[in-house]
C-alpha cells in the first residue's frame, strides 16, 4: 500500500503562487496520480491528474493557471499554482490510484491552501 505525504501549503495573496508536492512511498509509475480539493461545505473535486510524463487533464477552474508534473524518480508528484484566487481556497489532497482487479485510490494527509488579502 503507497503512503502518500503531501507539502508546500500555506497562506498566500490572491494572485500569488504555491508549488505542492506530493512524496510517495512506492514507484508512481505503477500509478495514476492526482491532485484533489475539498473546500468547506463542499465535495471533494479533481483538480488535474497525471498517468504518465506529458499526460495531464485539469478541471475547467484551473486550467491555464494549475500545473501538474511528476518526477518518476523521486517518486514525486507535483501541483505549480499560479493566479490563486479565493476560490482555490481548500485543503488539497495527493491521490494514487491503481487497477487491481477493480480500481483502488490512495490518499495523502491533505495540505491546507489559504488564498486570501
Known amino acids: 500500500q503507497v503512503q502518500l505525504v503531501e507539502s508546500g501549503g500555506g497562506l498566500v495573496q490572491p494572485g500569488g503562487s504555491l508549488r505542492l508536492s506530493c512524496a510517495a512511498s512506492?514507484?508512481?509509475?505503477?500509478?495514476?496520480m492526482g491532485w484533489y480539493r475539498q473546500a468547506p461545505g463542499k465535495q471533494r473535486e479533481m483538480v488535474a491528474t497525471?498517468?504518465?510524463?506529458?499526460?495531464?487533464v485539469y478541471a475547467d477552474s484551473v486550467q491555464g493557471r494549475f500545473t501538474i508534473s511528476r518526477d518518476n524518480a523521486k517518486n514525486t508528484v507535483y501541483l505549480q499554482m499560479n493566479s490563486l484566487k479565493p476560490e482555490d481556497t481548500a485543503v488539497y489532497y495527493c491521490?494514487?490510484?491503481?487497477?487491481?482487479?477493480?480500481?483502488?485510490?490512495?490518499w495523502g494527509q491533505g495540505t491546507q491552501v489559504t488564498v486570501s488579502s
Open positions: 512506492d514507484s508512481i509509475l505503477r500509478y495514476g
Open positions: 491521490n494514487a490510484n491503481q487497477y487491481r482487479a477493480g480500481w483502488v485510490d490512495y
Open positions: 497525471t498517468i504518465s510524463i506529458g499526460n495531464a
